[in-house]
C-alpha cells in the first residue's frame, strides 16, 4: 500500500519519560501535517511541514513537544518530559502540496503516559 | 478564531436518509471538508467544498452555504457500515491553509 503509515501504532511510557513518534507520508507528498486526537474529540493541528521546514508551528503546545523532518519524507514527533495530559492518538497527515484540498491520514500512534 | 458546531450523536435506520449540519464561524473562508473516522481509525476524506451549493459523489452529497456558515453531509441509502463519526473541518483565511475540525458527530446506523 502507498498511504500514509506511522509507527508505533501503540505507545505506553511512564511520565517523564522521552517518547519519538514517526510518519511516512505518501510518496511525492511535500506537505506533511500532525494532529493530535483526545476521545470525543476532533484533530487538533499541531505543526505543519511544507518540504523540510516547519511552515506553521502554532498548534504545538509547549516547548516539550518537537518535530523534524531532515529530508523532506518521514517526519518525527518528539515529546519530552511526558505526561498524562499527552495522552491521545496522535495522526500524521500527507498532502501533495501546501494549498491542495485532500489530506491522506495514516492509522495513528495510540500514546498513553502512566 | 474559529468555532466550528456538529451535532454530538445521531441515529438512523438501514436503508434511511441522513443529514448531518455543520456551522461555523472563521476569520474568512477557503473551504469546507468532511471526514469520515470509525472507531480506533484514521479520519478519510468524503468531501470539499468551497463554493456555495451541492456537490454530489455517489450515496454522498455534501451542500454549503457560506453566507450562513453552514454544510450539510447528506448520507442517502445508509448501510450498517456507515456507522461512524463525521467530521466537519474548515480553512479560514489565514495563509496556512490548516483546517481546523469541529468534534464529530457520532453516527448510529441500526437495523
Known amino acids: 500500500g502507498a498511504g500514509v503509515s506511522q509507527t508505533p501504532s501503540n505507545k505506553v511510557t511512564e511520565k517523564g519519560k522521552y517518547v519519538e513518534l514517526r510518519c511516512d507520508p505518501i510518496?511525492?507528498?511535500?506537505?506533511l501535517y500532525w494532529y493530535r486526537q483526545s476521545l470525543g474529540q476532533g484533530p487538533e493541528f499541531l505543526i505543519y511541514?511544507?518540504?523540510?521546514?516547519?511552515?506553521?508551528d502554532s498548534g504545538l503546545p509547549n516547548d516539550r513537544f518537537f518535530a523534524v523532518r531532515p529530508e523532506g519524507s518521514v517526519s518525527t514527533l518528539k515529546i519530552q518530559r511526558t505526561e498524562r495530559g499527552d495522552s491521545a492518538v496522535y495522526l500524521c497527515?500527507?498532502?501533495?502540496?501546501?494549498?491542495?484540498?485532500?489530506?491522506?491520514f495514516g492509522p495513528g500512534t495510540r500514546l498513553t503516559v502512566l | 478564531g474559529q468555532n466550528i458546531d456538529q451535532p454530538t450523536e445521531m441515529t438512523a435506520t438501514e436503508g434511511a436518509i441522513v443529514q448531518i449540519n455543520c456551522t461555523y464561524q472563521?476569520?474568512?473562508?477557503?473551504?469546507l471538508f468532511w471526514y469520515q473516522q470509525h472507531a480506533g481509525e484514521a479520519p478519510t476524506f468524503l468531501s470539499y467544498?468551497?463554493?456555495?451549493g451541492l456537490e454530489e459523489k455517489g450515496r454522498f452529497s455534501s451542500f454549503l452555504s457560506r453566507s450562513k456558515g453552514y454544510s450539510y453531509l447528506l448520507l442517502k441509502e445508509l448501510q450498517m457500515k456507515d456507522s461512524a463519526s463525521y467530521l466537519c473541518?474548515?480553512?479560514?483565511?489565514?495563509?496556512?491553509?490548516?483546517?481546523?475540525f469541529g468534534r464529530g458527530t457520532s453516527l448510529i446506523v441500526h437495523p
Open positions: 497527515a500527507s498532502s501533495l502540496d501546501f494549498s491542495t484540498d485532500t489530506q491522506y
Open positions: 510518496s511525492g507528498h511535500t506537505a
Open positions: 511541514f511544507q518540504g523540510t521546514g516547519a511552515a506553521d
Open positions: 472563521t476569520s474568512g473562508f477557503n473551504g
Open positions: 467544498n468551497v463554493l456555495d
Open positions: 473541518a474548515v480553512r479560514d483565511g489565514r495563509g496556512s491553509y490548516i483546517p481546523t
